[in-house]
């Protein structure tokens, strides 16, 4: 699976879109962009996945770039309970379901 | 997610001791897994299983067993527990859609202290 670099942390003001970076400079074209997010030690949570399209769902927005080498993580109005780690995660589809998680981006929404 | 549990969901050991974590699922999901989380880490994969008949180790599988007693049962065993085995452990399950992405639900999680 290719590697994900995500920012450790970042801040965002409540009601606000919160904008997450990923860049997976050696992805495949094979591989899926997922990403999940982690409240406080909890287990982790799926949130929306793609692969070249961008993708909405009812979490999030992903918008991947046309040479897929980022991706952007959108949560349009940040509450403060989207407070966690979000993971960027790039696999291939079907490949055992494995997860290979990195640090994650550590997203605090402050009121 | 209440369709994957996991028990005991705290437990404190001593050195030596064998420890077994259960996970049940209700998603009729034919694939699980077992996680551990150090603090500040993500999570690393220890096993994993794609049907009863079927395990495989993860990343981290020393010092661990596990058992596919059933579909929806996977458990993790540590035979002689120790203290850099203190983690927090996630299970989790998937299905599998080839049209479709193969999200995991993961339980709760089991915090282990290993004294």
């Known amino acids: 699976d290719a590697k994900t670099t995500q920012p450790p942390s970042m801040d965002c003001a409540e009601g606000r879109a919160a904008n997450l970076p990923c860049n997976h400079s050696t992805i495949s074209g094979n591989e899926y962009v997922y990403w999940y997010r982690q409240i406080h030690s909890q287990g982790p949570q799926y949130i929306i996945h793609g692969l070249k399209n961008n993708e909405t769902n009812e979490m999030a927005s992903l918008i991947i770039t046309e040479d897929r080498k980022s991706s952007t993580l959108i949560l349009p109005h940040a509450t403060l309970r989207d407070t966690a780690v979000y993971y960027c995660?790039?696999?291939?589809?079907?490949?055992?379901?494995?997860?290979?998680f990195g640090g994650g981006t550590r997203l605090m929404v402050k009121p | 997610d209440a369709d994957v549990t996991q028990t005991p969901r705290n437990r404190i050991t001593k050195t030596g001791k064998r420890i077994m974590l259960e996970c049940s699922q209700t998603?009729?999901?034919?694939?699980m897994y077992w996680y551990r989380q150090d603090p500040g880490l993500g999570l690393r994969l220890i096993y994993y299983?794609?049907?009863?008949?079927?395990?495989n180790k993860g990343e981290i599988s020393d010092g661990y067993s596990v058992s596919r007693q059933a579909q929806a049962k996977f458990s993790l065993s540590l035979e002689s527990a120790i203290p850099n085995q203190t983690a927090l452990y996630f299970c989790?399950?998937?299905?599998?859609?080839?049209?479709?992405?193969?999200?995991?639900?993961f339980g709760p999680g089991t915090r282990l202290t290993v004294l």
């Open positions: 998603k009729g999901h034919d694939r």
């Open positions: 989790a399950t998937s299905g599998v859609n080839r049209l479709s992405g193969n999200e995991q639900f």
């Open positions: 995660i790039v696999r291939v589809n079907n490949a055992g379901n494995m997860l290979t």
């Open positions: 299983s794609f049907d009863v008949k079927d395990i």
